[in-house]
């Protein structure tokens, strides 16, 4: 039986309706998708906006001291200096949303459980369609989508329904703009204790007691970044945790492909040889 192949799409800060990856699909496959790839979406903007509602955030932020802490980053010598003025105002908003993320427990447990739920269906359908070792999964997350990829990566990989356990691994993950060195970075300086992130960064795995070694959860781990980026750029990801030539810069690049510097369209364009190539292995 031929294996299910799935890709599943996590965007990053913004909002961002139902079928808001239908476009990056179709880009992905020049307008022709093929039958037999099956997309999904995790989709959690609308965490943000309830938070929105819940609390007044200027007074949260004042409360929690964000804007000392933004502050701080950008004082800091490892960051500093890193982008160009003009994109000092992006990169200060796009680490705000992340220390909302990373400091709202319940914020990040909640987008975390729609991650999970989404990989439910996927997995589901797939059982359904055969045995789920069958299963080919793609991961495309881009900005903060690929931290909430990573972290709910983790948690997964242990699960009886949805990892290792369950015989289900990713096939690969893209990493597209992402923030995660940066991240690691913030919560060190912070003082944040990250799960998996402020710790050496690893591809998500399990370990097996019974066979007392380490399963791999993601075989494979790409990390792409515009070299203007403002996000991507700031700390580049890097290590041999990574599935790039050693000793090269994990696919920088320096053409938007007629899309804005962060772009997920753009990163899509950038890396679409390599996932198509890869969905149509065998």
Known sequence: MAKRKCVLFVHGIGPQDPGYSDKLWSQLWDGNPPADVHKYEVLYYD?????NRKVEIEENAKKLGLRALVDGVFNNSDLAGKVEDKAVDLLRDTVS???????HGEAKRDILNKFKKQTAVLVREGR????????????LSHSLGTVVSYEALHELA?????????????DSLYS???PLAAVAKVAGLVKKKIAH???EISKPARYNDARERTELYVDRWYSYREARDPVA???ALEGAFLDN??????YCFSDTHGFSVHAFGGYIAQAKAQITGQLQEV
């Open 47 to 51: 965490t943000f906006a309830a938070m």
């Open 197 to 199: 992130v402020t710790d």
């Open 176 to 178: 597209l703009a992402t």
């Open 158 to 170: 242990d699960d009886p329904d949805l990892g290792r356990p369950a015989g289900i691994k990713i």
């Open 97 to 103: 949303h992340v220390l909302y993320y990373t400091l």
């Open 233 to 235: 750029s700031t700390l």
């Open 128 to 139: 359904a369609a055969g045995d789920p070792e069958d299963l080919r999964i793609v991961v």
């Open 245 to 250: 030539d050693p000793g090269v810069e994990p």
